[in-house]
């Protein structure tokens, strides 16, 4: 999946309005603007379209986590600079504060189940020998269960 689609789900999951996307961004430590914002939320097709780069998609995901969870003591994280669905999934959990059940619950409402032990290879660190890449299909498939969940229109 692409910076950009992970972008819009959210967006539309929470119904983040500009400002918020805004605000978001500048918690994460980046200062975007509405334009840029627009332009990343754009279709692909769009000739406006731009690709959201990954140290900006962590400024995003990283504000997400202040937004929902609060700023944690002491300094406050950098956003990376390159991003993997393992770690775009990483920083959802804990924004979103979900323990491993949840996460399963909202994979079934996609109708998509895995192991729990699958799912901790996917929070695993890349060196770890049981390290499982998170592919598109099960990051997709969270973003669905939990569209269904807080927007179950």
């Known amino acids: ?89 990483m920083k959802l959990k804990i924004a979103l504060n979900m323990k491993a059940e949840e996460v399963l619950e909202m994979l079934k409402l996609s109708e998509m189940t895995i192991s729990n032990h699958e799912l901790s290879a996917l929070f695993r660190k890349p060196g770890h020998k049981h390290y499982r890449e998170c592919k598109d299909q099960i990051l997709r498939n969270f973003l669905k269960g939990l569209q269904s969940k807080e927007r179950p229109e």
């Open 1 to 89: 999946m692409t910076n950009n689609d992970v972008m819009r789900r959210i967006r539309y999951i929470f119904d983040f309005n500009d400002n918020t996307m805004m605000k978001l961004f500048q918690e994460g430590g980046y200062e975007a603007t509405r334009a840029e914002i627009s332009d990343w939320l754009k279709q692909e097709d769009d000739p406006d379209f731009k690709n959201c780069a990954d140290n900006r998609m962590a400024a995003f995901l990283n504000g997400l986590i202040i937004e929902k969870r609060g700023k944690r003591d002491g300094e406050q994280p950098k956003p990376e600079n390159k991003l993997t669905n393992n770690m775009i999934f």
